[in-house]
Nanobody, 129 residues
Framework: EVQLVESGGGLVQPGGSLRLSCAAS????????MGWARQAPGKGLEWVSF????????CYADSVKGRFTISRDNAKNTLYLQMNSLKPEDTAVYHC??????????????????????WGQGTQVTVSS
């Protein structure tokens, strides 16, 4: 059974940082690309970032580019999202997700949420003073 469990969320002041983690199990993590998406209160699911199975290629939504960094440790079956220079508009529940089609191709950006399946329950990030 595929399981994705996020952690690391919390309350942070504007300009602060958080590091989210996603512990994966039930599949061969190193052979699948992964992603992060978020859902703000009263809004739909917004794709945030993508990383290929080997971690060589990444891409980001324009709203987080230059502030967020996605990474992975295949030895630990864990996906990460380092979030810096946080803004109030980053407040949302953050979910990690398994890419449907294996490792992904370097140089491509998979930004449609229906390209992912098996979503975690999410971790709340609140940016407020």
């Amino acid at each position: 059974e595929v399981q994705l469990v996020e952690s690391g969320g919390g309350l942070v002041q504007p300009g602060g940082s958080l590091r989210l983690s996603c512990a994966a199990s039930g599949f061969t993590f190193s052979t699948y690309a992964m992603g992060w998406a978020r859902q703000a209160p009263g809004k739909g699911l917004e794709w945030v970032s993508f990383i290929t199975s080997g971690g060589v290629s990444t891409c980001y939504a324009d709203s987080v580019k230059g502030r967020f960094t996605i990474s992975r440790d295949n030895a630990k079956n864990t996906l990460y999202l380092q979030m810096n220079s946080l803004k109030p508009e980053d407040t949302a529940v953050y979910h990690c997700a398994k890419f449907r089609n294996g490792p992904g191709y370097s140089g491509r950006c998979y930004s449609a949420t229906n390209e992912y399946h098996y979503w975690g329950q999410g971790t709340q990030v609140t940016v407020s003073s």
